[in-house]
């Protein structure tokens, strides 16, 4: 069973519109959670980190599920710039040792 | 951004060879990492350095074999590699081991085994 979960996509989509990406992970015990961005042939970088209360930063808005074992990530009026892979990160209690979704793709089209 | 490189940025290679990949961190962060991104999979951690002890091996074959002289450079020693290990691999730093810690990724060498 894999530690993270994600729909690979491809999610094609207009530019302004809205799109959501969820990503489950199995450890129940895990206690940190991110999502880093990757573009084409780039090493990831990081979006954001998860907080359980859910956080926001700018036209992003994460949210953490615990009782679900589920992190969301969702992106308000798309840009083309927004055209990337999304990659869910799950940490490990105890240690740094981070565990990677295989990313959902998202296309946003003019 | 410069705050973790990598060299060198490709590299081909023949299964006798042996070869280093070089990663350099600047952002003043006591653990290191590798991992090993190949196509339609996800990110796989290989080893974790922190303070210049390696904390993590995660069954990783001898072939790779990781050296760390100093909190700020990290090497991955390759030698009688497979054409399966082709594939992006990927330095990343962060403060501690801590969790929660973020990384911060180098660019990566995409490695080709012939």
């Known amino acids: 069973r894999k530690e993270v979960e994600q729909d690979p996509g491809p999610f094609n989509v207009p530019e302004g519109a809205t799109v959501a990406f969820n990503c489950t992970y199995s450890?129940?015990?895990?206690?940190?959670f991110f999502w880093y961005r990757q573009d084409c042939r780039k090493e990831p970088k990081l979006l954001m980190s998860?907080?359980?209360s859910g956080n926001e930063d700018g036209r992003f808005t994460a949210q953490l599920n615990r009782a679900s074992q589920y992190i969301s990530l969702l992106i308000r009026d798309s840009k083309l710039s927004d055209s990337a892979t999304y990659l869910c990160?799950?940490?490990?209690?105890?240690?740094?040792?981070?565990?990677f979704g295989s990313g959902t793709k998202l296309n946003v089209k003019p | 951004e410069t705050g973790v490189t990598q060299t060198p940025r490709h590299l081909v290679m023949g299964m006798t060879n042996k070869k280093s990949l070089k990663c350099e961190q600047h952002?003043?962060?006591?653990?290191m990492y590798w991992y090993k991104q190949s196509a339609k999979k996800p990110l796989e951690l290989m080893f974790v350095?922190?303070?210049?002890?390696?904390?993590e091996n995660n069954s990783v074959p001898s072939r790779f074999s990781p050296e760390c002289p100093n909190s700020s450079h990290l090497f991955l020693h390759l030698h009688t590699l497979q054409p399966e290990d082709s594939a992006l691999y990927l330095c990343?730093?962060?403060?501690?081991?801590?969790?929660?810690?973020?990384?911060?990724f180098g660019p990566g060498t995409r490695l080709l085994v012939l």
């Open positions: 990160v799950v940490n490990e209690r105890n240690f740094n040792k981070f565990y």
């Open positions: 350095y922190n303070f210049k002890e390696q904390t």
């Open positions: 450890n129940s015990a895990s206690q940190s």
């Open positions: 998860v907080y359980s």
């Open positions: 990343a730093s962060s403060q501690g081991v801590e969790v929660g810690e973020t990384q911060y």
């Open positions: 952002l003043g962060h006591n653990a």
